[in-house]
C-alpha cells in the first residue's frame, strides 16, 4: 500500500466515507464535513501511522486531502518530523 493509500484510508475510517470516493481537491470541512475535533484525530492519526510529529504550523495549511498525501514521509521507522525535519526531544 502507498503512502497516498495508507493516508485515504485513514481519512475514510475517521471520517466514515468510501475510500474511492475522495478527491484530491475535496477539502476536509467544506467537502467531506470534517469539525475541528475530526481533523485533530486524523492528525493524531497520520502521527502514529507515519511515525512523525506533525508541528501546529504545517497542520494549519492541511485542508485538501492532496495536502495530506503529499506531506507525510513514506514508512519511517523512527520518529520525524513533518517534511523530514528531525523532531526534538524524541
Known amino acids: 500500500m502507498t503512502t497516498a493509500d495508507q493516508v485515504r484510508s485513514l ?7 468510501d475510500a474511492d470516493t475522495l478527491t ?16 485533530f484525530e486524523l492528525l493524531l ?7 512523525i510529529e506533525i508541528p501546529d504550523a504545517e ?3 492541511m485542508q485538501r486531502v492532496r495536502d495530506a498525501e503529499t506531506s507525510p514521509p513514506s514508512g519511517t521507522t523512527t520518529t520525524r518530523c513533518w517534511r523530514g525535519r528531525p523532531t526534538k526531544g524524541r
Open 24 to 39: 484530491d481537491d475535496a477539502r476536509f470541512r467544506n467537502d467531506l464535513g470534517a469539525d475541528s475535533l475530526d481533523a
Open 11 to 17: 481519512i475514510a475510517e475517521h471520517l466514515g466515507i
Open 45 to 51: 492519526a497520520f502521527e502514529e501511522t507515519f511515525s
Open 59 to 61: 497542520a494549519d495549511p
